[in-house]
């Protein structure tokens, strides 16, 4: 039933990761197309301060990366767990990933907060 | 049998090298690989991305020096080959989530020869989405290289 569950989870998160993608490949990569501005004013200093200081987007952001890590570190767990291990193993590659897991949406967490929470520039 | 013995007792495992070939794969076992592999590659871009994006709290010289890096032409083809790999990937997995679901795969017949299997039966909507993934990646990818 746990298994059923993450799996279950894998798939209910793709729709979340296609909308948040493809806004932030719109945002970051595809800027010219869909906002007027070029892809290196996108991506200026300043001016991704002023937009990760707006709410929905930090919201949005945590939102992406939980989806993200979760979709792909299962993904890749699946993978691992496909090798011929021994059931301590298995322990170590669900444990490892995890670890992994909550240390990167740590990291992506407090720069998005650092972020919306930035003084600089006023 | 000793199911308690590790899966290594077999000797018939291919491991890594049947990923690619161990005789007459089919089409989808291949698009398969290749959902595999981008999605091992997207994860492993995802983590360093989260990682270097970090670079942003030691200041607006060092962002701008990371950003003038990723401006570099041999980072515009990396930039690409990420967007075929998230490309390729989504829309491989539209279709698994199509197939996952029932559709395509039209009713169950008798086994006749010579036999109609579900994977020839929805091959059409692979071809088709497999096309729309060439357009997407092809067009996609030129507003990446052509401001």
Redesign the interface.
């Known amino acids: 039933m746990r298994e059923t569950r993450l799996w279950s989870l894998h798939?209910l998160v793709?729709p979340i990761l296609?909308i948040l993608?493809g806004m932030h490949?719109a945002l970051m990569?595809?800027s010219?197309?869909f906002y007027g501005t070029?892809?290196?004013e996108a991506?200026?200093?300043?001016t991704?301060?002023e937009r990760g200081r707006n709410v929905a987007q930090f919201l949005l952001y945590i939102l992406f990366?939980a989806a993200?890590?979760y979709h792909?570190?299962y993904?890749?767990r699946g993978?691992l767990r496909e090798l011929?291990?021994?059931p301590a193993l298995v322990k170590v590659v669900d444990t490892g990933v995890l670890l992994?897991g909550l240390a990167?949406f740590a990291?992506?967490t407090?720069?998005t907060w650092?972020?919306f929470s930035a003084k600089?520039g006023g | 049998m000793d199911t308690n013995k590790p899966a290594t007792a077999y000797d018939n495992r291919l491991g890594l090298k049947g990923w690619m070939y161990a005789g007459r794969y089919s089409f989808e076992r291949y698009l398969y690989l290749g959902h595999r592999l981008s999605g091992l590659g997207l994860i492993a871009y995802m983590i360093l991305h989260i990682i270097e994006t970090a670079n942003r709290i030691r200041g607006e010289e060092a962002w701008a020096e990371l950003m003038a890096l990723f401006a570099s032409p041999p980072f515009r083809v990396i930039e690409y080959l990420l967007f075929a790999m998230a490309v390729f990937h989504a829309m491989n997995g539209v279709r698994l989530m199509l197939i996952e679901l029932g559709f395509f795969l039209g009713k169950p017949t008798e086994p006749v020869y010579p036999y109609s299997t579900s994977v020839l039966r929805h091959r059409p909507l692979t071809y088709v989405i497999m096309f729309l993934t060439i357009l997407v990646i092809f067009f996609g990818g030129s507003s990446l290289f052509f401001d």
Request: charged content about 10%; glycine content about 14%; aromatic content about 14%.
């Open positions: 798939i793709i296609a993608l490949f990569h595809y010219p197309v070029s892809v290196e991506r200026e200093f300043g991704m301060i990366l993200g890590l792909g570190l993904g890749l993978i011929p291990l021994t992994l990167i990291l992506g407090y720069v650092w972020t600089i």
